[in-house]
């Protein structure tokens, strides 16, 4: 797997398609098409045959708009217009395509339009995390990480993405710290 999904929501999984969001050196991981396509298989939805440029705009642009709502969640401010309304667009796309159960009990997407169908479901993920979940909502606490993340506990907030990743770079560079003060 090229990307990673340990946030805890689809759509926050998505807005994780830019690593190190809160640095001045932000990794962008969706750099063309093909990326795109890999995430969406990686995730378990529909992917085009191929994606244009405008697709892949249309894509970011949605990451873009969950974040920030993420963002105003988070501090508690009013949700801005703009990024409601990619947010909202989006979410019409789901009567492109359908889940299905096949025989072998195996969840299988029917769409006529592979990309707006998966993309509508990333926004209604986003809706659902943000509309009934938003207390759960955190970031990761790991200096220029900053990724947005759903915790399972309400009263101990997950601290970081995954311990495999920042949790153990969180936990590496208090270990140094410590050695450093002796």
């Not at 025989?103 to 592979?114: L, M």
């Amino acid at each position: 797997m090229k990307f990673s999904f340990h946030r805890g929501s689809l759509a926050l999984d998505f807005v994780g398609t830019v690593g190190q969001r809160a640095s001045q050196s932000k990794e962008e991981r969706l750099t063309g098409g093909q990326d795109l396509r890999d995430w969406l298989r990686e995730a378990g939805l529909p992917a085009p045959a191929q994606v244009s440029e405008a697709d892949l705009a249309l894509a970011r642009e949605l990451r873009e708009a969950i974040d920030q709502l993420g963002t105003q969640t988070l501090d508690g401010k009013p949700l801005g217009r703009a990024p409601l309304a990619v947010l909202n667009a989006a979410a019409a796309g789901t009567a492109e395509g359908a889940a299905r159960l096949d025989a072998r009990g195996k969840r299988e997407f029917v769409a006529r339009s592979p990309l707006r169908f998966s993309l509508a479901r990333i926004a209604e993920d986003a809706i659902e995390r943000l509309s009934s979940d938003a207390e759960r909502l955190t970031r990761c606490k790991l200096p220029g990480c900053g990724a947005l993340l759903m915790s399972r506990s309400r009263s101990d907030p997950r601290r970081w993405c995954s311990m495999e990743s920042c949790g153990n770079r969180a936990k590496v560079a208090a270990f140094r710290k410590r050695l450093r003060r002796q």
